[in-house]
């Protein structure tokens, strides 16, 4: 088959979360089943600068009010994987972040910036962008591409489209006064198509539009039908519940991977984990924790916004810390929370660390080093961070929501459990969950078999291309092919 995917985000080229790991890894997956994949993005300045074997430019006539683009074909310079750049200087040579400006907020033209490259993956769609060469499925990914579909229907003889939901959270919300501008017929500013609360919302379009919905675990897919974790769009999310599948996310495991991770301090695999040891120390050195190789550490990462529930366990830390537990968190994002994290370390010196900043390579320090990682967050699609955490013989602690429910069973639920999960979301609640992760870190023997348990699970994405595969067989015998 030959499949498109285009995103907003892709790694190693551009990445702000989870979306760009699954955009850079599942097309290898493809790549290993026989399948041909080419991958786009916005041709960002670094992402620019860092593919290899860049062909011949394709203009790309449609940009929007944007001035001159085009289509890059070229490779990922990790994996030689096709990717296919649209470089729209005006729209995308900009610093900052792939959706917001070095000021921290969003660029206020977003909606036609993610509009021109809904339309050259469109183009390139029905066959005309790139000599020719058409694909069989264009698989569209959050908001940035909630259009791709709706253009794929305004031709004929375009190829089928599924739009993959990574979070329901963010929509893409803009006035109905950007439609002319961007190639969208103001007739469908209604509440069957692009209508959101008297605004448009593109991530509605990519719900409405589509061939099929797929989300990033089966749990999410549930719960993206209630109106608690709907923001509005649960309703329509109903409506397409004949089509619509969680399939979870897998790791990359060329990049997650303690036995060959070049990040970290000595490699391990679960049939050794001897030098697990040496990536505590490193990360007690590296952090500035106390250097104490029985103290447990506790690591956390993510973006530090409302979702992650970060603040749950910051409400914590007078408890955890007397329960002599380090902790070790890294994050960026909102301000008062970046504040709090720092205010935490000076309280607690030696004991509690906080990295604010992104900063990939130490995120591998922190899955290898700690020895149980928290994922409190209040709603997660999927969550790779804990699935990393399993892989690295750091045992989690994490929400039951989404993929983080089905990704980690608990030890006291489950014979086959590999960590802690919690319902609620008080510090109380969370508090209660680390104390039995604490009682199980004092019997080593029973500790290390949970821990085995979870460095043995497959999260290989080869089972989620097998049923992304079906999903794209069904979408094209709905249409006939
Ligand atoms: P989300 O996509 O909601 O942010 P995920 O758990 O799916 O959550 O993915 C987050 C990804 O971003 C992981 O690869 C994680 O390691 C990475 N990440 C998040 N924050 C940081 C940070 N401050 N520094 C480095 N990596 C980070
Ligand atoms: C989103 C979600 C996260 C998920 C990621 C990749 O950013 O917040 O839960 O793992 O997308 O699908």
């Known amino acids: 088959m030959k499949i498109l995917f285009v995103a907003g985000e892709v790694y190693p080229l551009a990445k702000t979360g989870g979306l760009a790991d699954v955009v850079g890894a599942l097309p290898k997956a493809f790549r290993a089943l026989g399948d041909e994949v080419k991958v786009m993005l916005p041709g960002y300045p670094e992402a620019l600068a860092r593919v290899v074997d860049a062909g011949p ?86 908001w940035q591409t909630g259009l791709v579909p709706l253009y794929l229907k305004q031709w004929r003889g375009g190829p089928g489209c599924v739009f993959t939901i990574h979070n329901l959270h ?33 991530l509605k379009a990519g719900l409405v539009f589509s061939d099929f919905l797929t989300t990033v675990s089966p749990t999410y897919a549930r719960e993206i039908q209630t109106q608690g974790f709907g923001y509005g769009l649960d309703g329509v999310v109903r409506w397409r519940a004949g089509t619509l599948r969680g399939i979870l996310n897998g790791i990359d495991h060329d990049i997650w991977s303690p036995e060959n991770d070049p990040a970290i301090a000595q490699p391990y695999s679960a049939s050794d984990v001897s030098g697990k040891a040496a990536c505590k120390a490193a990360l007690q050195a590296q952090a500035g924790l106390l250097p104490d190789a029985k103290a447990p550490v506790l690591g956390l990462l993510g973006r530090l916004v409302w979702q992650k529930g970060v603040d749950i366990v910051l409400g914590a830390l007078p408890e955890i810390v007397d329960m002599g537990v380090q902790v070790v968190l890294q994050g960026a994002g909102d301000p008062e929370l970046e504040a709090r994290c720092r205010e935490a370390e000076q309280i607690f010196p030696g004991r509690v660390a906080a990295h604010i900043g992104y900063d990939e390579g130490f995120a591998h320090v922190i899955e290898a080093g700690a020895d149980m990682f928290a994922v409190p967050s209040r709603f997660e699609p999927c969550g790779l961070t804990q699935m990393y955490a399993l892989r690295y013989g750091t045992i989690p602690v994490v ?31 969370f508090l209660a969950a680390l104390v039995r992760a604490r009682e199980l870190y004092d019997r080593p023997a029973a500790w290390a078999e949970v821990r085995d348990r979870g460095m043995n699970k497959d999260f290989s994405w080869r089972a989620a291309a097998v049923r992304y595969r079906e999903v794209y067989e069904s979408v094209q015998r709905a249409r006939g092919r």
């Not at 990922?76 to 921290?104: K, N, T, W």
């Not at 983080?404 to 510090?427: C, I, K, M, N, Y």
């Open 57 to 142: 430019p394709m203009p790309l006539a449609e940009t929007f009010g944007f001035g001159p683009g085009r289509i890059i074909p070229a490779r990922m310079p990790d994996s030689s994987l096709e990717v296919l750049l649209v470089d729209c200087p005006e729209a995308f040579a900009r610093p900052g972040g792939p959706y917001l400006g070095p000021d921290g907020r969003d660029w206020p033209d977003n909606a036609r910036r993610f509009a021109v490259l809904s339309r050259a993956a469109a183009l390139v769609g029905i066959g005309g962008g790139l000599g020719g060469w058409q694909p069989d499925i264009v698989h569209a990914h959050d």
């Open 399 to 429: 929400r039951r929501t989404g993929g983080l429910a089905d990704s980690v069973a608990d030890v006291d639920e489950r014979e086959d459990g590999t960590g802690f999960v919690f319902d609620g979301e008080t510090p109380a609640d």
């Open 170 to 202: 963010y929509q893409g919300v803009f006035p109905a006064s950007i439609l002319p501008g961007i190639g969208v017929d103001p007739a469908l500013f209604t509440i069957d198509a692009l209508e959101y609360w008297g605004n448009v919302s593109l």
